[in-house]
């Protein structure tokens, strides 16, 4: 059974980095056939998809338009985690911060399973 | 940037039928999943690929997809299942999500 373990900050300054580490286990952040995404849920804005990263004989990124020029995200095979960054923060980026895993083939993709989520508040 | 629609509530008393409908451009076209979400609880997803439960869903989860409307309906509905449902569909390489609706049983 695949779980996701969350960790980070609470609370960031304004214009600083949003920094947050997802710990996989019962899967492979390499695995082929999958991809590790991160995803935000606020009042204001829903639920937002922000990215994902994934290894197909090297590591892709897709990362959401809305926050292309601010994001990245990225794996360490060695502690089987992957990780968000998030540069440039505003209030607008209060949010609950999910990771997830993204399995299906082709066009069917699907999120299974979420993180705990962390509640990260930007504020001085 | 591709929208989806949901009703924001839906009410069913329990042991009938609840349905929840998502509207998108085309979005027969593509695949919708489901997440059910409880108070203070992540997502959990129901329904994928427009009509497959992941083990661990209960039966009386189903889903549909066609035209521009994916629809959840839940049958016999029990006082467990309310919560947030939100549908999900991918465009052009990004995931959209509906904006939810609050299933009652009352």
């Known amino acids: 059974q695949v779980q996701l373990q969350q960790s980070g900050p609470g609370l960031v300054k304004p214009s600083q980095t949003l920094s947050l580490t997802c710990a996989i286990s019962g899967d492979s952040v390499s695995s082929n056939g999958v991809a590790w995404d991160w995803i935000r849920q606020s009042p204001s804005r829903g639920l937002e998809w922000l990215g994902k990263t994934f290894y197909r004989s090297k590591w892709y990124n897709d990362y959401a338009p809305s926050v292309r020029s601010r994001i990245n995200i990225n794996a360490d095979t060695s502690k089987n985690q992957f990780f968000l960054q998030l540069n440039s923060v505003t209030p607008e980026d209060t949010a609950v911060y999910y990771c997830s895993r993204v399995q299906g083939s082709g066009w069917s993709n699907w999120f299974d399973p979420w993180g705990q989520g962390i509640l990260v508040t930007v504020s001085s | 940037s591709y929208e989806l629609t949901q009703p924001p509530s839906v009410s069913v008393s329990p042991g009938q039928t609840a349905s929840i409908t998502c509207s998108g451009d085309k979005l027969g076209d593509k695949f919708a999943c489901w997440y059910q979400q409880k108070p203070g609880q992540s997502p959990v997803l129901v329904i994928y690929q427009n009509n497959k439960r992941p083990s661990g869903i209960p039966e009386r989860f189903s889903g549909s997809n066609s035209g521009n409307t994916a629809t959840l309906t839940i049958a016999g509905t029990q006082a467990m299942d309310e919560a947030d449902y939100y549908c999900?569909?991918?465009?052009?390489?990004?995931?959209?999500f509906g904006g939810g609706t609050k299933l009652t049983v009352l």
């Open positions: 999900q569909a991918w465009d052009s390489r990004t995931a959209f």
